[in-house]
């Protein structure tokens, strides 16, 4: 049901988009959805890849608990390219499919990232834990 | 293995943290874990009593795919209560723990939430759906 290509996919290494240089933004969708799921695999997969073809989209992470909550963060480098995403005709038509058929609920942060950083665990033998 | 009272919570209804009025704060946190996993159920629970201490602390949410990318989302009212979060010590003590041991990967953002909104599915029987 979920689509290819971000980072929940089960079949490749999963890895958290990495930290940009700031400021950039982020859209961080957070949302519970109803048992009436027709359609919503499709039509999140044309979104995935219709945000990559916006100039200034950066990456985008994903996790679903089973029956809980689904959180999508959308990262972008300018306020531009956020606008250029919600005005997209096909992305405002999935929206309103959303809120009629797959959304229980949901809530939209937008915001600009002030600072990041990351981390990646070094390869090799992980170090005996104590305790 | 997941704490109590946050929006994942499989035993009352997941809602997602509402729109707050902006300007507020997100610290967005995407994470994959180790195999070792030792301590972390208790050090979360932990955590997120404390966090609901700092003053202008907002909500939660989280959503963590099995075996896959887990996010975290916490909302501050202001830079000065994320401040006090980030330098509470048993935080920083369970940050040096998570890079020792339970984390494969991370990402944090911290954004300065610019416009949200919030949509709730009115109740009643759900609309039937065309196609």
Redesign the interface.
């Known amino acids: 049901m979920y689509a290819r290509r971000r ?4 079949h490749v290494p ?6 940009h240089e700031p400021p950039y ?2 859209a ?1 969708f ?3 959805r ?1 048992e ?1 799921q ?2 919503y695999g499709e039509t999140d997969a044309r979104m995935e890849d219709l945000v990559k073809d916006v100039p200034g989209f950066l990456g985008m ?11 999508t ?1 959308g ?1 972008f480098r300018d306020a531009d390219a956020l606008t250029q995403w919600r005005r997209n005709a096909e992305h405002r038509a999935a929206q309103r499919r959303g ?3 797959w ?19 070094a390869q090799g033998p ?2 005996p ?1 104590a ?1």
Chains 1, 2 share one sequence.
């Open positions: 980072s929940d996919h089960s999963v890895t958290p988009v990495e930290a933004y982020a961080v957070t949302a519970v109803t009436n027709s359609g992470d994903h996790a679903q608990t089973p029956g809980g909550l689904g959180i963060v990262y809120r009629d058929e959304y229980q609920s949901y809530t939209l942060h937008v915001a600009k990232v002030e600072r990041s950083h990351g981390f990646v665990r992980q170090r834990t305790g």
